[in-house]
């Protein structure tokens, strides 16, 4: 992803630092007022944390991946050498697809019953007290605070609500809301064929239309003439 390289010495720092990261935050702050990372109960994307960045990215593979590290986190204390083991110990050894793009091994499930993902060493992640464990993370705390990917500063607001009403569960959010130039090709010619601008907001969809735009983001699962 453009400004995060593999190639970076990791930072030890562990803050004091609360913010509204791990639920659903629409807010000026984002760019774009929409925010991605964290949308719903059940949707979620990990994409910039190198989630789908593994040889086998299945949703089974990650789903089973996802519940063992956070159960393993659970009893992990929170000192900095014990989270420096967790990391160890929970480092995919395979090659990745994107040698250059990392994945974080603090990538888990969080929110009410685990079930979208997240990061484990967030302030608002369970069992860390409000403390910022992520300098412990590779590319650190500043970076995982404050980094936004291309879609997040591309895509229309509109395009945003749209993906994130069709969407129901965080591996297929995060493998959709990343396609950026995908989306603003489809929704740019729905507009044109329509005649109109799309809804400035999920209040303004028929459901027919984000059943429609559910199958269309399905292909990236479902799509009959992948090798």
């Not at 129901?168 to 130039?181: N, S």
Request: a positive charge; one cysteine or more.
């Amino acid at each position: 992803l453009p400004g995060l390289s593999a190639n970076r010495t990791k930072s030890s720092r562990v803050e004091k630092h609360l913010e509204p990261c791990l639920g659903p935050s629409p807010g000026p702050w984002s760019p774009g007022g929409v925010y991605l990372c964290q949308v719903g109960d059940t949707v979620s994307c990990g994409a910039c944390c190198g989630l789908y960045n593994l040889a086998d990215a299945s949703r089974e593979r990650l789903q089973g991946m996802l519940a063992r590290r956070t159960h393993r986190f659970q009893s992990v204390p929170r000192t900095a050498g014990a989270i420096d083991a967790f990391l160890a110990e929970m480092d995919p050894v395979e090659p990745r697809p994107f040698h250059d793009f990392y994945h974080c091994p603090f990538v888990g499930l969080v929110g009410d019953g685990g079930r979208r993902v997240g990061c484990l060493l967030h302030p608002l992640a369970a069992g860390n007290g409000g403390i910022d464990y992520r300098g412990l993370s590779f590319y650190g705390g500043l970076a995982c605070r404050e980094y936004f990917c291309p879609s997040c500063h591309r895509l229309d607001p509109a395009v945003k609500a749209l993906v994130q009403a069709a969407c129901d569960d965080w591996y297929l959010y995060g493998l959709a809301i990343t396609e950026d130039r995908l989306l603003s090709a489809f929704f740019t010619e729905v507009e044109r064929r329509s005649g109109r601008p799309l809804p400035a907001g999920p209040g303004g969809l028929r459901p027919e239309a984000v059943a429609a735009v559910a199958a269309f983001l399905r292909l990236k699962l479902e799509w009959p003439f992948r090798g």
